[in-house]
């Protein structure tokens, strides 16, 4: 335990820094600022919690505390993959609340996501990526009832068993990813690009049972599940099909090209009002959308090509729903290109763009606590 907690000195300044920015935030705004939640069954939370604690679960964190008490009884529950719930679920089962629970795990998965990482960063490069991870303005989710803590160390723990040659046991955390979040099964081409890779130079054929095995293992979450929605709704695609219940913009039936998608954007901003929110919404959603692409291209030589595999997959994902809805959300837990990019800023910068960061990131997390959709 000592080991564990000396390796994370190097995160605790900018832990405690976000820590006490949020319970700042947080707390001003729910005494000073308006509160018109608009998302479903807040009620259900303002019964059972404080508004202080329910704040923490606005938006999907309440459908995954429902998950927990009532399965996939609701329709558009099915948007939210099941490895989460199933959690929260597993530990309340020894009496303790589903929210304080997630809070605690979330926590939890964020320290081994940071132990981990010290065993291959430099003291140094773990305290400059703690900088950069946890002032981005999107950070708030990795406390909230979000899956963002426990993806963010399924990831990290991937490319570390990776970076092992342990490819059995990656493939499982892959299948357990995938389970959490659509964009898991994109570990599988990570996965298979290393496999290749370490058998480059050998018969590919002789090593093809165990690449399939590698492969299955890596999307069983998500088989798992789209099997569980076909033979309970007959429909193992409803997670993409429920989509449009939820006013996001995005497309239940159809996939749509980026091109579309900018074009939109780009007319909401020359015809919406700039005090609106939809205005900031969209100016940060495009805006992260572009420096996020902007990164991966320019920082696609650091990256190992399993790895830029991933993050390139995951950025084109959620453009294909017709939207950069809560795509700041969705960047939070790419954790090569974060990393990368806080070994190579230079520190003047590096500080520089993380106090522009805690800017935004105030602003976000005011907005959140009011109940307003912001990622």
């Known amino acids: 335990m000592n080991k564990f907690f000396t390796r994370l000195k190097p995160i605790l300044l900018p832990l405690s820094i976000w820590l006490v920015t949020l319970f700042l935030v947080g707390t001003w705004s729910i005494r000073h600022l ?9 009620h259900d939370l303002s019964a059972s919690y ?12 309440i459908h995954y505390l429902r998950l927990v008490h009532k399965g996939y009884d609701d329709t558009g529950s099915q948007a939210f993959f099941p490895v989460y719930p199933l959690l929260i679920a597993a530990f309340s089962s020894f009496g303790i609340d589903p929210l304080y629970v997630s809070l605690g795990l979330n926590f939890l998965f964020l320290l081994i ?116 929605l076909g033979l309970k709704f007959a429909d193992p695609l409803m997670f993409f099909h429920v989509q449009t219940m939820f006013d996001n913009g995005r497309s239940g039936d159809s996939l749509i090209m980026l091109p579309q998608v900018l074009y939109r954007y780009i007319r ?45 997959l995951a950025i084109i994902l959620p453009t294909l729903s017709g939207t950069l809805s809560s795509f700041p959300r969705y960047l939070l837990v790419l954790s090569p290109l974060f990393i990368v990019a806080a070994q190579n800023l230079h520190q003047k910068y590096l500080y520089l763009f993380s106090l522009l960061q805690y800017a935004i990131l105030i602003i976000v997390t005011a907005l959140f606590v009011q109940g307003i959709f912001i990622a």
């Open 34 to 42: 308006p509160f018109e939640p608009s998302f479903p069954y807040y």
């Open 50 to 61: 404080s508004r202080e604690l329910s704040t923490l679960a606005h938006f999907d964190g």
């Open 113 to 228: 996501t940071f132990y981990i990482l010290s065993l291959s960063l430099t003291h140094t490069h773990l305290h400059r990526f703690a900088f950069v991870l946890l002032s981005f303005p999107a950070s708030f989710f990795l406390l909230a009832v979000y899956t963002e803590s426990l993806f963010l160390l399924l990831v990290v723990l991937f490319f570390h068993l990776l970076s092992k040659q342990k490819f059995l046991l990656a493939a499982v955390v892959a299948g357990l990813a995938s389970g959490t979040r659509l964009v898991g099964i994109f570990l599988s081409v990570a996965l298979l690009i290393e496999l290749f890779t370490y058998l480059r130079g050998k018969k590919i054929h002789s090593y093809l049972p165990t690449l399939l095995v590698a492969a299955l293992i890596s999307i069983s979450g998500f088989v798992a599940y789209a099997a569980y």
């Open 268 to 312: 909401i901003l020359l015809t919406v009002s700039p005090a609106s929110i939809l205005y900031l919404r969209a100016t940060w959603e495009l805006l992260t959308f572009i420096l996020a692409l902007s990164a991966l291209i320019y920082y696609r030589h650091r990256l190992r090509l399993s790895a830029l595999a991933f993050c390139s």
